[in-house]
DNA sequence: CGAAAGACTATGACATGTCATAGAAGTTGC
DNA sequence: GCAACTTCTATGACATGTCATAGTCTTTCG
């Protein structure tokens, strides 16, 4: 039956997409990963979201993004200042190097998503959406009252 | 643009997936994880491969492999018996427990796609997968000479 | 045969995913 | 203003992903 490999077909396009991802990233002498550009690309554009916040805009846990910052903040891609009016907080920024890195990185994506999608036609894409979007939504659990 | 977001998509439906499956199996008390099982499935079906053999099957790394036999070992779903023939492997075979929680674990999974795939059809689902067939084909190094 | 080449497994190193929780700091309600 | 609650970050524990490599064993070939 279709639907007993379709969750196969979906791990195995993701996983080959990040991998190649990354592998281009490598190849430029780029030294970050997939998932730390990913959290430096929404710093770039809110610099005022708490961790929680960054992992629900990247689809990771809390967890994950402290750890990503960490190594984002020891690399140099971003500061990290503590805020005057919440002490459990700091005002992150990326830096100068981080910029630098996003604008490397950000030609090589746009060149690795048209790769992925050779022979892929926009209504294709279009239908694909609605349905990834209904799995998610069928597995999310409903937040009880 | 669609293209720049259905990357994103992709991760996020197979994520929430593995996050409701895992759950699923959870509550019902099996203390066995989505790849182990995997994993012990293919054993089931095929108990001469080699480790590299196995990956390739679930779709993984020939190291996580060897991590994840090693647990199943470890947690008695598998025995090892050394190979006469070859030193280097091992006879890998599910065990009663093993069985156990396949026969266990087996309609929890059919519950899980029914729930996921809720609201898709088959024709949705029938236009979905040469997609992700082709994105993982293009995503895939061509083995060079 | 014996050395080089290849196959197979195990493991180190590091990043991430996930759950749980500790510890610090802010907020609320009385 | 204090206690209870909530929010936020950090981290421990364990599993997996990925790359690289060590160590063992097999096959090949001169």
């Known amino acids: ?9 979906l791990d195995r396009a993701i996983r080959s997409y990040r991998r190649m991802a990354q ?24 610099d005022d979201l708490t961790q929680h916040d960054i992992a629900e805009r990247v689809f990771k846990d809390q967890a994950s993004v402290a750890r990503i910052l960490a190594l984002l903040t020891r ?11 919440d002490g459990r907080r700091s005002q992150l920024r990326v830096t100068e190097e981080g910029h630098r890195i996003l604008d490397a990185v ?36 409903t937040p009880g009252p």
Do not use: K
Not at 113 to 119: E, P, S
């Open 1 to 9: 039956m279709l639907s007993s490999i379709i969750f196969y077909s």
């Open 106 to 141: 950000q030609p090589i994506v746009l060149q690795n998503r048209a790769l992925a999608l050779a022979g892929v036609s926009e209504e294709e894409l279009a239908l694909l959406r609605p349905v990834l979007e209904r799995i998610a939504l069928n597995c999310t659990p």
């Open 23 to 46: 592998a281009t990233i490598d190849r430029a002498g780029l030294d970050i990963t997939i998932d730390q550009w990913l959290v430096l690309r929404v710093l770039l554009e809110h």
């Open 75 to 85: 690399r140099g891609l971003v500061s990290a200042v503590p805020l005057p009016h």
